[in-house]
């Protein structure tokens, strides 16, 4: 910044923007963040930069991060959000009905596919009427999506990575158990339909693989609701997750048979985002649904 030059006093918008943009990383992670187009998020930032006379950000092969004069502005700007979320939790709801503290925004989260369509999507539409300004972005991965990187806010994982800039917090654990169109069926002698063979390593499978040994497999899929529908068109036995298998219709749980395997299942969310209202009401919305399911 030039000697003498006044320096102009930045406007919210800008602030909260620039605070978000040191967040995720990128123009379009903030603009889902914040619920507005790249352009409006590019405009913003360079009103910023514009009355303060200096850049706030380094922009390298499109990753974002604050300038040193940035870092200064970041400690000031993030402390002003934290108060705000502070005080508008205290707020109390309007005469009129509106809350205008409610929680809002975009918020995504990952998770493998068993856990979206046995626990979270069915439940989607009780979080929807209690919290209607917070829009779920949900996603099914087998990959892990990197929380640092801001690929994703919140991550729903079966193992604890060993590092990461992440709070983390154990929510249940995903429990097994074998699966038929018959109650009669022999496993032993059954069809089978099992894991893709990339994922052989998963403790279930080699718990499979351990008291079974060889079996005659007749089909292999990645995705446990993949699994459910072939065994049932083949008329095959397959190991599933309990929240999935529970809830197929023409499948049967075959009791007689105890599986040991299961799976942790831990709940993943950026260290520097896990104060936002929104992101909050998502992590608690997905340990209740935990605890209260009954199948992990």
């Not at 949900?138 to 640092?148: D, F, Q, S, V, Y």
């Given at each position: 910044m030039q000697k003498g030059r006044a320096v102009k006093t930045p406007d919210w918008d800008g602030l909260r923007t620039f605070v978000v943009l040191c967040r995720a990383g990128t123009m379009s992670a903030a603009a889902r963040e914040l619920g507005i187009n790249q352009t409006t998020v590019s405009r913003r930032l360079a009103r910023l930069?514009?009355?303060?006379?200096?850049?706030?950000?380094?922009?390298?092969d499109g990753h974002l991060s604050p300038t040193v004069q940035g870092q200064h502005l970041l400690a000031t700007a993030a402390a002003m959000e934290q108060n705000l979320a502070a005080y508008l939790d205290s707020l109390p709801v309007l005469?009129?009905?509106?809350?205008?503290?409610?929680?809002?925004?975009?918020?995504?989260?990952?998770?493998?596919?068993?856990?979206?369509?046995?626990?979270?999507?069915?439940?989607f539409a009780d979080f929807h009427?209690?919290?209607?300004?917070?829009?779920?972005d949900?996603?099914?991965?087998?990959?892990?999506?990197?929380?640092?990187q801001r690929e994703t806010d919140i991550a729903i994982r079966l193992a604890l990575p060993e590092s990461g800039v992440f709070r983390s917090r154990r929510i249940g654990?995903?429990?097994?158990?074998?699966?038929?169109?018959?109650?009669?069926?022999?496993?032993?002698?059954?069809?089978?339909?099992?894991?893709?063979?990339?994922?052989?390593?998963?403790?279930?499978?080699?718990?499979?693989?351990?008291?079974?040994?060889?079996?005659?497999?007749?089909?292999?899929a990645?995705?446990?609701?993949?699994?459910?529908?072939?065994?049932?068109?083949?008329?095959?036995?397959?190991?599933?997750?309990?929240?999935?298998?529970?809830?197929?219709?023409?499948?049967?749980?075959?009791?007689?048979?105890d599986v040991s395997a299961g799976r942790e299942v831990w709940l993943l969310v950026h260290q520097d985002m896990v104060?936002?209202?929104?992101i909050r009401v998502v992590m608690d919305w997905v340990a209740d649904i935990m605890k209260q399911s009954g199948v992990v």
């Open positions: 930069e514009e009355a303060l006379g200096h850049d706030v950000l380094n922009r390298e005469a009129d009905g509106i809350d205008k503290t409610a929680p809002s925004g975009v918020v995504r989260l990952s998770a493998v596919d068993a856990i979206l369509d046995g626990l979270l999507v069915p439940a009427l209690n919290y209607p300004a917070v829009q779920l949900l996603t099914g991965e087998n990959r892990n999506l990197n929380i640092a654990f995903m429990r097994f158990a074998i699966y038929a169109p018959r109650m009669d069926m022999d496993v032993q002698r059954a069809n089978w339909v099992e894991l893709a063979e990339g994922l052989s390593d998963k403790p279930e499978q080699q718990w499979l693989q351990y008291v079974f040994g060889p079996r005659t497999i007749i089909g292999r990645n995705r446990a609701t993949l699994l459910a529908g072939m065994a049932q068109a083949g008329d095959a036995c397959c190991l599933l997750p309990v929240c999935i298998g529970d809830r197929v219709a023409g499948l049967h749980r075959l009791t007689q048979y104060h936002l209202p929104h």
